[in-house]
């Protein structure tokens, strides 16, 4: 049993120290085995494609992967209604995932929305259920990862009850051998900011625990950028990028406002630079909902995602 300063000590670090290494999950690869390695020096971070910012065009699943293996991206982020949607159709998860290999492309993350967090316990036990089958389905195409956000929470929860939940989450995760990462929502009552996110994955105590940041979320919760500080890199396997306006202000901001990254105010320069510092080699997931975006031609859309991406990451980095 892991006692409360080593829980602390394990994902919320002072000064940018680097914690301790995620361990197998069944032995399978670590959750975090290609950061760091896998990809030369002047290449820190994986460039992950999340299927939401072209959602508009309607593509299936496979014609998606297509587009992004083209455009250039490392990875691909689906959708579990999305891969739901294939199997529906007559779809072979295991041709999906030769398609994803030969395709060059690395399944970094998903994105699903299992209530694992909520109250009530009949509710909260089908939505385990549910995360295990996503788990599962994520598995099965090559994925090793999950997001796990605070998905059907209608108010406030004790942090510490999160934290349990959490980590039941995670020893699910930890059976099928697939990461969940603790999302962040900025409009969510639940895990609204930077310190939430850090506090819950401490308490969890589970060696697995870890968080997937987002920075339109850090905006629209509130929190101060600073406050990542505090987390290690290592923790944090997946980052959603993408930028925001200046207008709406943030009270009324939303998913739709969100814009390529440079194109809005985000300090996305110092933040990448302290995250490199801080150890975080992971990928940077390209995550819009814009729907002037859905109406352009899809490779167009991911072309652009990615030049503007490695244009932020590179002033950041050589500044």
Request: charged share 20%.
């Amino acid at each position: 049993m892991i006692d409360l300063l080593n829980r602390r000590q394990a994902i919320v670090q002072t000064g940018l120290a680097t914690a301790i290494g995620v361990g197998t999950v069944n032995n399978v690869i670590p959750a975090n085995a290609t950061q760091g390695t896998g990809r030369p020096d002047d290449k820190p971070f994986g460039y992950c494609f999340n299927t939401s910012t072209f959602r508009g065009q309607q593509l299936t699943l496979p014609d998606q992967i297509k587009v992004v293996a083209a455009a250039g991206y490392d990875g691909i982020e689906p959708w579990i209604g999305e891969i739901r949607d294939f199997v529906a159709a007559g779809g072979s998860l295991k041709d999906l995932r030769k398609q994803i290999m030969d395709s060059g492309l690395t399944v970094e993350s998903a994105i699903g929305f299992a209530h694992w967090i909520v109250d009530d316990e009949a509710t909260r036990s089908k939505g385990l259920n549910q995360a295990k089958h996503d788990m599962e389905l994520i598995r099965s195409i090559g994925g090793r990862r999950i997001a796990a956000p605070p998905a059907g929470a209608t108010g406030p929860l004790d942090l510490d009850v999160i934290a349990q939940r959490y980590r039941t989450l995670l020893e699910i995760g930890e059976k099928v051998g697939i990461v969940p990462q603790l999302e962040l929502w900025g409009s969510s009552p639940a895990i609204s900011r930077v310190s939430q996110l850090a506090y819950i994955a401490a308490e969890s105590g589970h060696p697995d625990a870890c968080v997937l940041p987002d920075f339109y979320h850090i905006y629209k919760g509130g929190s101060n950028f600073n406050g990542l500080r505090v987390i290690a890199g290592k923790r944090m396997h997946v980052f959603h990028m993408n930028d925001y306006p200046a207008q709406p202000p943030r009270q009324t901001i939303g998913d739709q406002h969100r814009v390529y990254p440079g194109d809005g105010i985000a300090p996305l320069a110092q933040i990448i630079r302290e995250l490199y510092t801080a150890g975080f080699r992971g990928a940077f997931s390209l995550e819009l909902f814009n729907p002037s975006y859905w109406q352009q031609d899809a490779l167009e859309v991911a072309k652009t995602g990615l030049a503007k991406m490695r244009t932020v990451i590179d002033t950041a980095l050589q500044s």
